[in-house]
């Protein structure tokens, strides 16, 4: 069974950095894009960013300059560093990955959610 096992997250002041984590685990061949998406209530799941197995990184609009993806291929890990963290980065994050895997289990797959939260 593949899986994507989130850690990280948490209240954080405005202009703070917090920083997520994503493992994916299970029967994995290889895992193709990484990425970082977010959700608040009553709105859609929106793109972060997304980070391919190249290295290649790619951001929304409302977070570059602020927030970095990169990943470990060694440990099938994404990770999110957020920098200079605005009350309206507050959101549920969602990591998802793009995995080649054995015994007909390749897709597209979704960590479980973690809360951050920006106040004061």
């Known amino acids: 069974q593949v899986q994507l096992v989130e850690s990280g997250g948490g209240l954080v002041q405005p202009g703070g950095s917090m920083r997520l984590s994503c493992a994916a685990s299970?029967?994995?061949?290889?895992?193709?894009?990484m990425g970082w998406y977010r959700q608040t209530p009553g709105k859609q799941r929106e793109l972060v960013a997304t980070v391919t197995s190249q290295g290649t990184t790619d951001y929304a609009d409302s977070v570059k300059g602020r927030f970095t993806v990169s990943r470990d291929n060694a440990k099938n890990t994404v990770y999110l560093q957020m920098n200079s963290l605005k009350p309206e980065d507050t959101a549920v994050y969602y990591c998802?990955?793009?995995?080649?895997?054995?015994?007909?289990?390749?897709?597209?797959?979704w960590g479980q959610g973690t809360q951050v939260t920006v106040s004061s």
């Open positions: 299970g029967s994995i061949f290889s895992i193709n894009n």
């Open positions: 998802n990955a793009n995995i080649v895997a054995f015994a007909f289990r390749s897709g597209t797959y």
